[in-house]
T-cell receptor, first 113, second 116 residues
Framework: RKEVEQDPGPFNVPEGATVAFNCTYS??????FFWYRQDCRKEPKLLMS???SGNEDGRFTAQLNRASQYISLLIRDSKLSDSATYLC??????????????FGSGTQLTVLP | DTEVTQTPKHLVMGMTNKKSLKCEQH?????MYWYKQKAKKPPELMFV???????INESVPSRFSPECPNSSLLNLHLHALQPEDSALYLC???????????????FGQGTRLTVV
């Protein structure tokens, strides 16, 4: 089983639609959770951290369920500029104090006019 | 300044060449990472440096040799690479404080490497 699993998509949605991405992780000792966005041929950029109580940033809402080891991202009123690959990222302690980031395979989103 | 700078942006090298990738950050971050990313795949961790010491080596072949000369710099020395090593090589940095859990990693723009 992969450490971080995502539905690869692709998700093709019309402008203005609401779309949800899901992610599950296998390491129950994982500490921190993030959604990154990666545009074609660019580096990953942080979209938002995911907090236990859930958090919202404009049109984006992230949820964490530690009991189910599940993370979600909801995008409301999607824009053409939201088209990208969305990466679920989990941070866990590895050796000593080093923390490593493990990426899910990414979910590709295309917002259509 | 929330920037991680990587040079060069593009690199073409032969299988007998020796080259180095460079990464620099001035955010005071004490953890630095090398990732390799193939097309349509997520980044795969190669190395982690924590406080300038190699903490994680994800069974990377010895033809890749990391070096951390100081807390701001991270290099990746390349020697005798194979064509299948062609990929985007991403450097990242983050704070690595035990009392700071939600510290995100910042990525450089990457070096697109082609081995011929």
């Amino acid at each position: 089983r992969k450490e971080v699993e995502q539905d690869p998509g692709p998700f093709n949605v019309p402008e203005g639609a609401t779309v949800a991405f899901n992610c599950t992780y296998s390491n129950s000792a994982s500490q921190s959770f993030f959604w990154y966005r990666q545009d074609c041929r660019k580096e990953p950029k942080l979209l938002m951290s995911v907090y236990s109580s859930g958090n919202e940033d404009g049109r984006f809402t992230a949820q964490l369920n530690r009991a189910s080891q599940y993370i979600s991202l909801l995008i409301r009123d999607s824009k053409l500029s939201d088209s990208a690959t969305y990466l679920c990222v989990v941070r866990s302690i590895s050796s000593g104090s080093a923390r490593q980031l493990t990426f899910g395979s990414g979910t590709q989103l295309t917002v259509l006019p | 300044d929330t920037e991680v700078t990587q040079t060069p942006k593009h690199l073409v090298m032969g299988m007998t060449n020796k080259k180095s990738l460079k990464c620099e950050q001035h955010m005071g971050h004490r953890a630095m990472y090398w990732y390799k990313q193939k097309a349509k795949k997520p980044p795969e961790l190669m190395f982690v440096y924590s406080y300038e010491k190699l903490s994680i080596n994800e069974s990377v072949p010895s033809r890749f040799s990391p070096e951390c000369p100081n807390s701001s710099l991270l290099n990746l020395h390349l020697h005798a690479l194979q064509p299948e090593d062609s990929a985007l090589y991403l450097c990242a940095s983050s704070q690595d404080l035990t009392n700071s859990l939600n510290t995100e990693a910042f990525f450089g723009q990457g070096t697109r490497l082609t081995v011929v």
